[in-house]
């Protein structure tokens, strides 16, 4: 059976920082205010002129160099962003450009927070078909971009950021005990559109627009489906949730987090957390995290990794991948 094994990963913040007593300044908010109901201490900015597909590449080619690979060398490359640099065409192909990638295909995918694990299930889908080999899998932000910086609600949660890991196609035995990406499970419902969105867009208003949310609603949904899209993939994957090595959840905030890991039953020192000072990233926050843990030696080869994220739409996802 093939498998998508992660043969590498990056990741690249922009420069500056922002700390929560510099929001202080802008904004009627507290650093103690935003720590006790979020966990957020910083977060990065993307500097001016310094666009989504600028840390998408620096985040791919540091998970290049990691898996001993050039750009030459994909089949694959999809970006997860939720703020492209233009509204056509994909950011993924501008990257696709600035690597060197002639071959193969690239496109953007878009699910919001959620959108590195669609993403990582496209690519694994791809790669057990057969119609890709190594795949590049890229989630990228410049959040900043389309925050209202009066909003205290929302402009304290977010960040920017990107992620990369590299897959590569490899035989294994078809059972739980294989390396890569053992089961995907992604999930929306529409009907929750209106909880957190952006309010503008090409066709409605030609303009941009802020991020709106109903943090209340959306905390409450994010506890249900996070659990169970988890349990759900861990299920598909053919192991127990006391097999898990580590849980490397989407970094929305400390209080979600911490209810999750509860639900599913599983001890905090088993959860990646960077909240602190990544703030919610969107899509590049798995990525983020998963390279910090992997960086610092928390994350080893062999054990067993579940990432989880919910978005707005409301999309949600979850996979298991043994490293």
Not at 85 to 96: G, I, L, M
């Amino acid at each position: 059976m093939r498998r998508s094994c992660v043969i590498g990963c990056g990741s690249y913040l922009p420069k500056q920082v922002l700390t929560n007593d510099d929001l202080a300044d802008r904004v009627q908010t507290s650093d103690a205010w935003i720590v006790e109901r979020t966990g957020i201490r910083e977060r990065h900015i993307a500097a001016e002129g310094e666009m989504t597909s600028d840390l998408a590449r620096e985040a791919a080619q540091v998970a290049l160099r990691a898996a001993g690979l050039d750009a030459a060398d994909l089949d694959l490359l999809v970006v997860a962003t939720s703020t492209p640099d233009n509204t056509f065409p994909a950011t993924a192909t501008r990257v696709q450009a600035q690597l060197g990638m002639t071959g193969g295909a690239a496109f953007d995918v878009q699910a919001v927070c959620a959108g590195f694990v669609f993403a990582l299930a496209t690519a694994d889908n791809f790669i057990k078909a057969g119609q890709a080999n190594t795949a590049l899998v890229i989630g990228a932000e410049c959040f900043s971009r389309i925050l209202d910086w009066e909003d205290r609600t929302t402009c304290v949660l977010f960040g920017d950021g990107a992620g990369a890991v590299v897959l590569r196609a490899e035989e294994g035995q078809g059972n739980s005990d294989d390396k890569g990406v053992l089961s995907t499970r992604l999930h929306s419902d529409g009907r929750h559109y209106d909880l957190l969105y952006v309010d503008g867009g090409v066709s409605s208003t030609q303009s941009t627009g802020h991020l709106r949310m109903t943090g209340r609603e959306v905390f409450r949904h994010a506890v249900v489906n996070l659990a169970a899209v988890t349990e759900e993939a861990i299920a598909a994957a053919g192991v127990s949730t006391d097999a898990v090595d580590w849980l490397v959840p989407h970094q929305a905030n400390k209080r979600i987090l911490d209810a999750t890991a509860r639900r599913l039953g599983l001890p905090a020192e088993k959860m990646i957390v960077t909240v602190e000072h990544h703030a919610n990233t969107s899509a590049a926050s798995i990525p983020l995290a998963f390279s910090e843990a992997v960086g610092d030696g928390r994350i080893c080869p062999g054990q067993l990794i579940v990432v989880e994220a919910m978005g707005g739409g409301f999309t949600w996802g979850a996979g298991v991948i043994r490293l």
